[in-house]
């Protein structure tokens, strides 16, 4: 029999995660987020292409590419992904709990500093906490780049990727078109970075030890949202200039990393900051004259359905399998009847 009050509760914590996707200033499509980048968008379209403000709004909120059927997948993969993720909950490793057991682990392996207030020139709790927070940054941009990178070149991980990339038209809630193994692969790597990073400033500086945060989220995540992020899945190519994208991904590098061109497949695959590309030698440098054809090789209408993006990459990991042992079997035979 149903449980009529545990569907009330999964319903509304269902309706509480799609709504906290822009009323919370730690997720990406974060209404101030969002507005800011259409106003940088509105400012580059005036400045950059002489268009009038009308006209730019126009191009902004053509239909034609919010109600695609690409766009239309992305929105339902967002609601649905919400549910999906609060059953996958549990299975999602909390930061708080590996950092709370690798605390314990330096602490019966190590003997734990007991910093003095001239140690270490003195430092402060303020500067521990802006050390703490750009470290926190780095390291998990740094881990996002190469988780982003495996994804890509290992096919089985690809196989779940490739759901992201078959949008044939870009929108700031594209980010979100992800499948729900992806989802999971993030969040381990999430929790693994931050958990490891607060244990061993825990362990080092105590009490000292802080978040700097801005509407929920880490003053540097919140800087770069607040200056365009969500422009990265957009039709409007933003480019910084030879110079600054070798430091930062810019929104026409992440596009150049959605085309459909083969000489783009292997590129750009940072997040906010370009050096990682560069040490990885996937970095390519943008045009704001780009001109560029989204998705993957040969997508047809069927991909934008929410049957085959969430079944399809488990029916292409199969089969990917069932080929190996075929391959490894005619091997042993062949050289079994040798």
């Known amino acids: 029999m149903i449980d009529i009050a545990w569907v009330y509760e999964f319903a509304s914590q269902w309706f509480e995660q799609i709504i906290s996707l822009v009323t919370q200033g730690s997720k990406r499509v974060f209404v101030a987020y969002l507005v800011s980048a259409l106003v940088i968008a509105c400012a580059w379209l005036v400045w950059r292409r002489g268009l009038g403000i009308g006209v730019a709004i126009r191009h902004l909120f053509d239909p034609t590419l919010w109600w695609s059927k690409s766009s239309s997948a992305d929105y339902q993969l967002l609601v649905v992904n919400q549910a999906v993720m609060l059953v996958l909950k549990p ?97 381990l790597r999430s929790a693994v970075v931050q958990g490891t990073l607060i244990a061993i400033f825990v362990f080092l500086f105590a009490n000292k030890v802080s978040l700097i945060t801005v509407l929920g989220a880490n003053v540097f995540t919140a800087i770069f949202n607040g200056l365009g992020a969500n422009l990265r899945h957009s039709h409007v190519s933003i480019c910084y200039g030879s110079r600054l994208e070798s430091w930062l991904i810019s929104p026409a590098q992440h596009q150049l990393h959605h085309s459909v061109e083969q000489h783009h497949w292997d590129c750009n695959y940072g997040a906010f900051i370009a050096l990682w590309d560069r040490m990885g030698n996937t970095l390519v440098k943008a045009s704001s004259e780009q001109q560029l054809i989204y998705g993957v ?21 199969w089969r990917s399998f069932r080929h190996r042992i075929q391959i490894k079997t005619r091997i042993e035979t062949h050289e079994s009847n040798d």
């Open 91 to 187: 299975l999602i490793l909390s930061k708080l709990a590996l950092a709370t057991v690798l605390f314990y682990g330096l602490n019966d392996l190590f003997i734990r500093p007991l910093w003095s207030s001239s140690s270490l020139g003195g430092l402060s709790a303020s500067t521990i906490a802006v050390f703490f927070t750009l470290t926190l940054f780095v390291v998990d941009d740094a881990s996002r780049y190469y988780l982003h990178r495996l994804m890509h070149r290992w096919p089985v991980l690809w196989a779940f990727h490739r759901v992201h990339h078959t949008a044939q038209t870009l929108t700031p809630f594209t980010v979100l078109r992800t499948h729900p193994i992806e989802g999971l692969l993030f969040g």
């Open 297 to 317: 090789p040969n997508v047809g209408p069927q991909e934008h359905t929410l049957s085959h993006l969430y079944w399809q990459p488990f029916v292409s990991v």
